[in-house]
């Protein structure tokens, strides 16, 4: 998998790409990512990328000329490349989207800065455009990260232990059971006997329980996205009911 991201900021990249399973999986040859600089893609002595928007207003919006050749020059050799771009008027990023992406060959990431993109690039040159999330950023670069972390993770490899990859996909959808370690006992405060046991099984349904109880509480929107078996549904109905109960007290 090899991705390409365009950028007016190369270098805010190395921080994060440097570091942990990216570049491990990056060592790995598992990815590829490669960094361009949107100014290398300019034909003029100032390098401009910007440009005061038609009808007026405040703020600059990206030119489409640099983007255009970029994408192009980028995309020669994979004409069916996915080519996003990170800017707050996209589909939201999540899990789903993630996979998407890591079962491509090639996805191209570019990265909106100013008040936004000429909409020619929007309607003519992209193939997605893609948010993090609705709160208000400076641009697409620290977007563009969360993604190439979020798809890494799912590339057979990555993760080192596949055990991983399988427990994220199996209570995927789910918030994380509580964990602990050592010691079992700090000022007073312990750990739940279950986990001490030894008793795999019970082990396996206290955790299951507890994600459920966690998600139902903070993200119920979760659940109802959710497919679950027989067994499953049953249980969360009597958790539901322990919640409720408990709120009656
Ligand atoms: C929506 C705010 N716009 C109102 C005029 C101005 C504006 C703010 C910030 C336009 C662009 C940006 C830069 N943000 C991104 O490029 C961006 C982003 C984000 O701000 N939030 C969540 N995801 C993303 S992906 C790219």
């Known amino acids: 998998m090899r991705f390409d991201i365009i950028t007016i900021f190369p270098e805010i990249f190395s921080s994060v790409f440097d570091f942990g399973i990216v570049r491990r999986a990056v060592e790995a040859k ?11 893609y300019t034909h003029d002595r100032h ?9 007026g207003g405040a703020g600059m919006v990206m030119k489409p000329e640099p983007l255009f050749r970029a994408v192009e020059a980028v995309t020669s050799d994979s004409p069916d490349a996915s080519v996003a771009l990170l800017s707050p008027q996209g589909r939201l990023f999540d ?5 998407e992406y890591s079962l491509k060959a090639r996805v191209v990431l570019i990265c909106g800065r100013y008040e936004g993109v000429d909409e020619r690039v929007v309607e003519h040159l992209i193939t997605d455009e893609v948010s993090v999330g ?6 697409g670069e620290i977007p ?4 190439v972390d979020a798809v890494t993770r799912l590339i057979p490899g990555a993760l080192g232990c596949e055990q991983s990859a399988e427990r994220e996909s ?6 994380d059971y509580p964990q602990y370690t050592r010691p079992a006992a700090y000022r007073g405060m312990n750990v739940p006997g279950v986990l001490l046991s030894g008793n795999h099984a019970e082990i396996e349904r206290w955790r299951w329980r507890k994600s459920i109880e966690q998600t139902l509480r903070r993200r119920p929107d979760l659940i109802t996205a959710r497919e679950l078996s027989a067994d499953q549904r049953q249980e969360m109905e009597e958790i539901l009911k322990d919640i409720d109960e408990e709120r009656a007290e």
């Open 30 to 40: 598992l990815i590829e990512i490669n960094i361009h600089d949107l100014r290398d």
């Open 47 to 55: 390098r401009q990328v910007d440009d005061r928007p038609f009808g």
């Open 95 to 99: 899990q789903d989207l993630a996979r």
């Open 134 to 139: 609705d709160f208000v950023l400076s641009g």
């Open 144 to 147: 563009a990260m969360v993604v």
């Open 170 to 175: 199996f209570v995927g959808g789910l918030l």
